[in-house]
C-alpha cells in the first residue's frame, strides 16, 4: 500500500510541476509583449506620452522632406547659453559642458527667447541631478534628451518648442 500512495505522490508531483512552468512561461512571454508595447508607444498612454514622442519625430521629418505640410520657413533654431555643471569632488570627470538649441515655430521664437533663463535654470536642474555613470554612457543619450525636452515644453509649452537638439555635450 505504501508503494501506490508513493506512486501517486510522483504522479501529483510531475503533474503539480507542469502548471508552474507553463505559467512562468506565460507570464515572461505577456510581460515581455507588454514592455515591447508600452516601449514602443504602438497605443497611446492616457498622459499622451506618444504623442509627444510622434511630434518630436514629425518635426524631423518637416525639416527632412516636408511631409506634414508645415514649411521649413514656419521652423527657428533658438540657442541657448551654454551650461557647465560641477559634477561634484567624487566623480571622475569634474564638468559637463552642454549647449542646445531649441526648434521652434517662428512666431513662439521671441516668447522662447524671453524664457530662456527659465529654461536654462530648468535644464540645470536636471542635469545635477543625474548620476555620472548615466552621463557617461551613450545609450542614455536619447533618454536624456527626452527628459529634457519634456521639462522645457512644461516650462515654455508643449506648442512652443518642437525639440531640443544637443550641439554639445563634453564631460572633461
Known sequence: MTDVAMSQDEEVSKKGKKPIVFG???AAILGGAAFFVTYTGIFPSAAGDSEM??????STDESAGGK???AE???KFVALAPLT???GKFASSRHLRFQ???E???AAAEEVERLSP???DVLNTYLRAISESELEDPASMNRLRAQMLRRVQIVIGEENVRDLLITEFILN
Open 24 to 26: 512562468v512561461l506565460g
Open 53 to 58: 514622442a510622434t511630434d518630436s519625430y514629425d
Open 68 to 70: 506634414s505640410g508645415v
Open 73 to 75: 520657413s514656419d521652423t
Open 85 to 87: 555643471i560641477s559634477l
Open 100 to 102: 542646445a538649441y531649441l
Open 104 to 106: 521652434v515655430p517662428s
Open 118 to 120: 527659465r529654461v536654462l
